[in-house]
């Protein structure tokens, strides 16, 4: 069984930080990359930042010099650093993961962050 265990959302002021974690456990095998997407309500999903088994990263422009993707490929775990935090990054995280050479996609289950202004 595979499972997307997601940490560290919360209530956070304008301007300051939460870290994120998601560890892949179970068999996840040949993982393509992982990344976060985020969904705040009325609004669809949409990509924030991935990072591929060689390390390489995207991120949406809204977060890019704000949010910072990492990844311990020992552990299967990937973490999402964001700084700066605005009013408008209000949503429910989700951890992502595109595995099996491609073909298996999975999702965690959701954290969210909440950013007052």
């Known amino acids: 069984q595979v499972q997307l265990v997601e940490s560290g959302g919360g209530l956070v002021q304008a301007g300051g930080s939460l870290r994120l974690s998601c560890a892949a456990t179970?068999?996840?095998?040949?993982?393509?990359?992982m990344g976060w997407y985020r969904q705040a309500p009325g609004k669809q999903r949409e990509l924030v930042a991935r990072?591929?088994?060689?390390?390489?990263?995207n991120y949406a422009d809204t977060v890019t010099g704000r949010f910072t993707i990492s990844r311990d490929n020992a552990k299967n775990t990937v973490y999402l650093q964001m700084n700066s935090l605005k009013p408008e990054d209000t949503a429910v995280y989700y951890c992502?993961?595109?595995?099996?050479?491609?073909?298996?996609?999975?999702w965690g289950q959701g954290t969210q962050v909440t950013v007052s202004s």
């Open positions: 179970g068999n996840f095998f040949n993982i393509i990359h």
């Open positions: 992502n993961v595109l595995w099996l050479g491609g073909t298996k996609n999975a």
């Open positions: 990072i591929t088994s060689g390390g390489s990263t």
